[in-house]
């Protein structure tokens, strides 16, 4: 019995081998897998603090991200749910804008966001608008304002 889970031990390495010797899939493991080893993250990490990582991985995103959470902490708006614009409207209108999906953006700033679309988007009492230079934030007071909001991302 040990002799069959040796004998398939060695040749699941053999093949695994064979797999990583294939011109593809050797520049692979070298471009995307091994690149990290002998980059400079470890420099980084001692020359640079977690917040300033952050920014750098994440450029703009993660920056809006946290301004509109601290926009919305000096607000005074309790337990902010914040309509995003859809992904297809952002793609239409502004093609090099990156809005993160909600989940994102409540892992980047810790609000919660949603889509108009969403069975979530009831209970928002906040949404974001983006024009050419600016974005804007408006509070959601009642449901004839969430569905004004449902209509323009429509358009």
Do not use: H
Request: with cysteine; proline share 5%; net charge positive.
């Amino acid at each position: 019995m040990n002799y069959k889970k040796i004998v398939l031990a060695l040749l699941s390495c053999f093949i695994v081998l064979i797999f990583f010797n294939v011109e593809i899939y050797k520049t692979w493991v070298n471009d995307r897998i091994l690149v990290f080893y002998k980059s400079e993250i470890y420099d980084q990490t001692d020359i640079m603090e977690l917040e300033e990582r952050r920014r750098n991985r994440w450029s703009n995103t993660y920056t809006d991200a946290l301004n509109i959470k601290k926009y919305l902490d000096t607000s005074g708006i309790k337990d902010p749910l914040l309509i995003m614009p859809p992904p297809e409207y952002v793609k239409k209108n502004f093609p090099k804008a990156l809005i993160p999906e909600p989940i994102v953006f409540y892992y980047f700033a810790g609000v919660k966001t949603t889509w108009p679309e969403s069975k979530f988007a009831e209970k928002a009492n906040v949404a974001m608008f983006l024009s050419a230079e600016t974005m804007a934030i408006k509070k959601i007071e009642n449901k004839e304002q969430l569905e004004e909001v449902r209509k323009f991302y429509k358009q």
